[in-house]
């Protein structure tokens, strides 16, 4: 029987990094409807109000469940709560590259999570304190989970051979199972023993992936204990020396003039748009105007986000199928999928205005908007890899800062929307703001963007600080005699 390659648990490990990421990134939006005291008049969804008026003038408010203590905190506050996230992420983004192109992907993941592990448990306490505290903890959340994608992307740039890019950037929709789950387990959690236990069963989850983490992942092949060094060498052979570890400052400049680094900045921004939208929207869309129980409300919510992982996984094989075998080129394909990962869930987004009170519309349109975004992982979630691989993670660090703005930007709009009515009109409004982002991003990058990988991804020689050697030494002594052209080949 032949043994499971190494790459392959790297692989499983970067899903599980995004599956733990997103569970502290999406429980707030859940939680957050068992820990407010809504207004009388806010307490019956818009779409049940009808129903509650047939039992007559002398109709009163049904008292909501007790899942715990619930706290007077107006639209504007639990706007702040969910955003607050989003402010420590987007501080951390860019440097979270490199960050974990110095401190190595490794030791990046494994104490950030450390970190959000204790800080996620004392939002309970934070929220009983005060709202500002709360507000505090999200944030330190933020600030630690910012660091993770671009981390990842570095774990797999010195992992993933070209033609395995698009099934290791798949990995990264383990953030669809996070959400889907999260919502559920913590919906069902919260009715079970109350809201605190939601918070706190996350962090258990959080200290178990740290340990597998801790004996499964390594920052490169050359350091992992398991690998074989016939895979090893596959790995090293396949890269071509697009990739190394030498340790240098990025060239910002030339990143920061550069048009397709850009095209992909806009359209990551548009997906981030989009994404954020349904991750702290839905659920309170769901619970407060179509008029879901909590179970209900995390169950059917977070159905589109687990086929988007489907999907996801599907489209990263179709991805890496059509470059194996050269069927059309690699900026062709980017492109040809921008259709599926923004276009037409920017305009499935925008016919949400349509379903009014059939939740089993919004659910069929939410399905197919969030199925389709799967094709994010051969667009925004891999044209990093494309540009230059060996600053992958500085990249996406930088475009998660700018993208990340949306964490905070979605949620303030939709706060300032529903201050006085939250009702369907208003939510008309989010998702035609929402889904106009989507397409114009998408259209952006279509026009302007590109899979060719950039003059700047050469490191320039300087001294290695592991090492002691340069980059150009080290080339040289790796895999002799590698034609240069062999660069273009893989990666086009």
Known sequence: ?????????????????????????????????????????????????????????????????????????????????????????????????????????????????????IFNSLCVWGAEWHYGFLIFCRFILGLMAGTIYPALQCLIARWAPPAEKGKFVSALMGNTLGTCLTWVLVGM?????????????????????????????????????????????????????????????????????????????????GNLWGLYLQITGVPKFMVEVIGFNIKASGGLAALPHLLRMFFGIGFGYIGDKIKSKKLIGTTLTRKLFVIFSHIVPGILLMCMTLVKCDYIGAVLILIFSMSINGAAVITNLQNAQDLAPNFAGTIFGIISLIGGTTGFITPAVTGALMAENNGIHEWSQNFIIGGSVYVGCGLFFILFGTSEMQSWNSKTPVKDTEEGVSFKEVDEQDDEKQKPNETTKLNS
Request: charged share 15%; aromatic share 18%; with cysteine.
């Open 189 to 269: 959690i919260t009715a079970a023993v109350g809201w605190d236990w939601g918070f706190h069963f996350l962090t258990v989850q959080i200290g178990v992936y740290c340990l597998v983490f801790w004996f499964v992942v390594a920052d490169s092949p050359d350091q992992h204990k398991w690998i074989t060094e016939e895979e090893k060498d596959f790995i090293k052979k396949s890269q071509a020396k697009t990739v190394s570890k030498a340790k240098v400052v990025p060239p910002y400049w030339k990143i920061f003039t550069s048009i397709p680094f850009w095209a992909l900045c806009i359209l990551h921004f």
């Open 1 to 117: 029987m032949a043994k499971i390659p190494t790459r392959f648990w790297i692989a499983v490990m970067v899903f599980a990094t995004t599956y733990i990421n997103y569970t502290t990134r999406s429980n707030m939006s859940i939680s957050i409807t068992s820990m407010v005291a809504r207004s009388k008049e806010k307490a019956v969804p818009e779409c049940k109000r009808n129903e509650s008026h047939i039992e007559g003038g002398n109709h009163t408010v049904k008292s909501l469940p007790n899942y715990g203590p619930r706290y007077d905190w107006n639209e504007d506050i639990q706007g702040f709560i969910l955003g607050s996230y989003f402010w420590g992420y987007v501080i951390s983004s860019a440097p979270g590259g490199f960050i974990a192109e110095w401190l190595g992907p490794f030791n990046t993941i494994f104490y950030t999570q450390i970190v959000t592990a």
